[in-house]
Each structure stands twice: as C-alpha cells, then as structure tokens.
C-alpha cells in the first residue's frame, strides 16, 4: 500500500525485512526480497517515495526535484532490472557550462578547445593544453591541492574557466583549500564528441523515477512519512522485523557518537518562465543542464525540464519551468546530498563502518549507508548483491 499510513499497532504481521528509505537502493533491495518470497515493509521518512531521484509531473512537464537524474549503465543485470519497472528512452545528455556570459561545451572536447581558442585540430589543443601544464610548474611536482591538481591535468584555461569558480561554490571553499585526491582524473576527449556519458545505455523512464520506484514497490508495505530514528517508531517497528536493512545516513543510526558525517547540502529554486524570456523555439536556455561556472553566479547549475522531454517543447506548456541549484552549508538533520571525502570524514566514516560490521541483523546499504556519492546504477547494483547475501 502506497503513500498511505498503516497504524502500527493495527499491524501484527511479522515482517522478514525492515527496510529503512524508499529511495532507489531501498526499493530495489525490497523488489528482490519481495520476489524471494520474504515479507517485506519498507519506512520511509519523508512523505514520497524515489529518495534523491524523486520526480513530479507539473503542467504536463516531468519536474526533478532534487536535481537533474540521467539514468546511466553499462552493467547488463542492472538494465535489464530496471526495465521490468519503466519504459526507458534513450536520451543523451550533452549539458553545458555558461562562464561570464559565453557557452562552452561539456565534457571537455574539441568543441570545448573550438569555443575556447578557436582551433579545430586536437594536435592544437593537446600543445596549449600541455603548455599551460608546463608553464604552471605543477606537472612536476606532487599536487598539495585540487588547483595544483586541475591545472596539471587541463591547463589553466580549462581551469580557471569551467573547473575554479564552479569546484568553489560546489564545496564552499578555495581550490587551494581542497584535497587534490576530490579530483582523480578529468576526462579531456580530444574529439567532437558532447556526449557527457560513455555508458552503454543512457536514458530516463518515460514516466518519471516515482513512477518506476511505485512500480518496483508494487505489493510491498510502504510507510511513507516515518522516520524509523523517531525513538517511538524505533521501537516499535524494530520488533515487527527479523532484520533491518538501513539506507539512511550511518552516523544518525549510531546517534552521532563519534560525532557527524559532514555532507553538501544543496538548495533548490524553483521557477515558472514566462513565454517572453524564453528564446525562439520556446526553451530558456541552450541544453536541459548549463553549469555556470564563474564564482559571481550563486547558483551551480539550471536544469530547464522540459528539454529532457523527448520532443523537447512540451505542446500544452507556455513558458518554461527551471530549477536553479545551490550548494549550500549542510547543518545535521537537513537532507545529506554529497559526503564531504576528506581525511577527517573517511576516518570517522570508518569508525562507523566497524561497529556497523558488528551488526548480526543489521545490513547499511545506499549512498547514505555507505557514506559515499553512488549513482542510481551503483546502487542498484549493490541492491542486487546485497539481496543476494541476504538470503
Ligand atoms: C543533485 C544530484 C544529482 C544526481 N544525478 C544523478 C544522475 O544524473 N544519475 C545517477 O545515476 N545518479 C545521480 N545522482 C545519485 C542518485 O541520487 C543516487 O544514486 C540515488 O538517489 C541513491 O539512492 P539511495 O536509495 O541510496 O539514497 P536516497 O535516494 O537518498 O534514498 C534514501 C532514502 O532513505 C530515507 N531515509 C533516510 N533516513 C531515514 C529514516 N531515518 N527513516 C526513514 N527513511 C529514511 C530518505 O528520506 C531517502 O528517501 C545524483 C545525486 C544528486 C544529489
């Protein structure tokens, strides 16, 4: 039963599994023990379903409330799962970065290095890329920063331009303040190539990630609107289960007691456009997602919804509706978006991890139970594996 309330104390029924959340690593892991044959209820504390990929459909336009979600995959078993709940179509996601009034390509690619300096040929942009290195004196040396970092992998155009200004509002903090290890590698494609994903299949459910989620919940019990750390509805709910699989946030399980995990927060605005600020052809602005990258700009990134929409102009719909995204100081208690990796978190994370380890009924899965960004693919997967240890 969906989005309703059962009274708990109506409810005798002993369930196999507690799972705690109704986002995607939850609904999953549920579907599968479900088609086990287990009993399964899930609580989920917020009154919706989907967790982070939450979607709502307004005036005819399918809305991304937590951000933009591109569904992404090269893992075979997760496709062929999530297609039993949605149909997928295929959509490739080409955003944008907008820096100090100009539009530039992303990834970084030639049409990148076109827009930037004018040049067409790769053997170009590899040399001012590998001049700008060079010049910079990092390519030698260790990086102690994410700047040293960035500009020994991209030079300082590409830096100061689409990774600077955008990393610091990302984070709240200086490049020069961040650990090199946020950035790994970037990718740089010495071709035209605007495809933001190499993945196999890319694409969205036709009708929306809560319609998919509802799907994989179907015949399961859903609480929605039940925060499983509430101490009444913790003890309660507790016994009513042989084990709990959690998917919210490790250190609230363990009441903080070695103190919070820290997180980005982000904060979401969202606006309906007139037709008049919209351009010819009805969109507000160039692709479904433009990054803006210089610092000046609060926000990080404007999703524009209805250009994920296949015929990208949604007939019914004068104007447009955008969503502008901020990252935002996260305080304990307010949703967790991005896990802040640092020495000091990955520490304390571990020392969660150990007691959790502990836990003989207990099971933490999802990016809040682990503590790590995870994407939809990733965590359906671990769903998928996790399920199978389970039983
Ligand atoms: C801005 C943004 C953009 C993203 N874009 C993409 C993308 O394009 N493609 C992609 O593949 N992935 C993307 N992701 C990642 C994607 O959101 C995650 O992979 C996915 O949502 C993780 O699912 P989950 O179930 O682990 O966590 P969540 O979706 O966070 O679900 C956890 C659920 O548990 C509930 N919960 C927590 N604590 C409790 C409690 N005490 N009691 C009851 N319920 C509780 C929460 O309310 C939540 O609904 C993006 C993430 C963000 C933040």
């Not at 490739?92 to 040929?121: C, D, Q, V």
């Not at 606006?271 to 997602?289: D, I, K, M």
Request: glycine share 8%.
């Amino acid at each position: 039963m969906m989005g309703a309330y059962m009274n708990i104390r109506d409810h005798d029924r002993k369930y196999d599994y507690l799972v705690v959340g109704a986002g995607m690593y939850g609904a999953a892991i549920a579907r599968v023990l479900t088609d086990q044959g287990f009993r399964v209820l899930v609580v989920e504390r917020k009154d919706h379903i989907g967790g982070a990929a939450f979607t709502h459909e307004e005036d005819g336009i399918m809305i991304y409330d937590y951000g933009a979600h591109i569904f992404h995959t090269s893992d075979e078993r997760v496709w062929d799962f999530v297609r039993r709940f949605a149909d997928f179509r295929e959509y490739i996601h080409e955003p944008k970065a907008f820096y100090k009034g100009k539009l530039y390509s992303l990834p970084f690619n030639m049409n990148t290095f076109r827009e930037m300096w004018g040049i067409t040929a790769p053997q170009q942009a590899k040399e001012i890329i590998e001049k700008q290195i060079a010049a910079s004196g990092f390519a030698a040396k260790e990086p102690s920063n994410l700047e040293e970092q960035a500009i020994r992998l991209v030079g300082t155009d590409v830096y100061e331009k689409l990774i600077k200004g955008y990393t610091e509002k990302q984070w709240g903090r200086p490049c020069s303040e961040l650990p090199a290890s946020i950035i790994r590698r970037i990718p740089v494609r010495y071709e035209y190539n605007n495809h933001y994903f190499d993945d196999k299949y890319q694409g969205l459910p036709a009708d929306g990630y809560t319609a998919m989620v509802s799907r994989m919940l179907d015949g399961v019990d859903v609480m929605t609107g039940t925060d499983f750390l509430d101490p009444a509805n913790r003890t309660e709910l507790t016994p009513l289960a042989n084990r709990i699989i959690y998917s919210g946030q490790i250190d609230a399980y363990y009441g903080y007691c070695y103190g919070p995990l820290e997180y980005r927060g982000l904060r979401f605005e969202t606006l309906h456009v007139p037709e008049e600020e919209c351009f010819a052809g009805g969109a507000y602005q160039e692709a479904a997602v433009v990054n803006y990258t210089d610092v000046e700009v609060p926000w990080t990134r404007i999703t524009e919804h209805k250009l994920f929409a296949e015929e990208r102009n949604v007939a019914n719909v004068t104007g447009s509706i955008i969503t502008r995204e901020y990252s935002a100081k996260w305080h304990p208690g307010e949703d967790a978006f991005y896990p802040v990796a640092d020495d000091e978190n990955r520490t304390r994370y571990e020392k969660y991890r150990k007691l959790a380890e502990q836990e003989k009924e207990v099971l933490f899965g999802g990016r809040l139970g682990s503590y790590r960004y995870m994407d939809m693919d990733d965590v359906i997967a671990a769903a998928l594996s996790d399920a199978g240890m389970m039983i």
